[in-house]
């Protein structure tokens, strides 16, 4: 499961290894990209390179999304394609996308993934207390599992993470990104009620997924 590619300086990947993750993308189903990338430039390039050629249903998140700050006409490149795109931002990251306010993105969430999934025809999953879910054929979804624990580092990995195991599973990206979030919210309250808010850590959450979807079933 792991694939050596040329780095920086720096140690964070380098716009040389494109090549070889071009081939490596042809024998997967579903592409995650962003988690632990860092902003270096080299990275940041790559990044942007991998995102406008996949062909492949994409979970765009983290550093990527703050590659794609400035250069949202990438996503006008694949607007078109048959694959699913789905972006997982936090407000923080939306904000930057868009180049407004956390306070903007945070008053106006359900209006702002709304608009943004349909400019861009992707699907949005805005993350925070009630996670919006929505889609550029104006599907919409406000997520009511999860609680404030559950802002903790690598919890929103975990999400995406799910979101991706759902994709491959052959779910549309609307679905995905709907169901992802419940159950990750769900994962996260039956967590809470074991090690509290307080003491919740994402394997925590990893944990409780298993529970989470039985509950469902």
């Known amino acids: 499961m792991t694939l050596p590619l040329p780095e920086t300086k ?4 380098s716009s040389a290894g494109y090549k070889k993750i071009k081939e ?4 997967i189903d579903v592409l995650v990209i962003g988690p632990g990338l860092t902003q270096n430039r080299s990275t940041q390039s790559l990044v942007r390179k991998v995102i406008a050629q996949t ?3 994409t979970v765009i998140d ?4 703050n590659a794609l700050a400035g250069h949202l006409d990438l996503l006008y490149a694949i607007r078109y394609t048959l694959y699913a795109k789905i972006l997982t931002p936090h407000p923080g990251e939306m904000a930057r996308l868009l180049g407004i306010s956390v306070k ?10 709304k608009k ?21 054929k104006g599907n919409l979804y406000i997520n009511r599992t999860g609680n404030p624990g559950m802002a903790t580092a690598g919890s929103g990995d975990v999400l995406t993470g799910m979101i991706a195991a759902f994709l491959g599973q052959g779910l549309d990206a609307f679905s995905a990104g709907k169901d992802a979030a419940y159950l990750h919210g769900l994962a996260g ?11 919740l850590i994402a394997s925590d959450i990893i944990d409780k997924i298993p529970e989470a979807i039985k509950k469902c079933g």
């Open 55 to 57: 062909d492949k249903p």
């Open 24 to 27: 490596f993308i042809k024998d």
């Open 62 to 65: 983290a550093d990527a999304l």
């Open 104 to 113: 903007k993105v945070q008053t106006n969430r359900q209006y702002i993934a």
């Open 189 to 199: 309250d039956l967590a809470a009620k074991e090690k509290t808010q307080l003491g």
């Open 10 to 13: 720096e140690m964070t990947l």
């Open 116 to 136: 943004f999934a349909k400019d861009y025809k992707v699907t949005v999953v805005l993350k925070g207390h009630n996670t919006v879910v929505a889609d550029y």
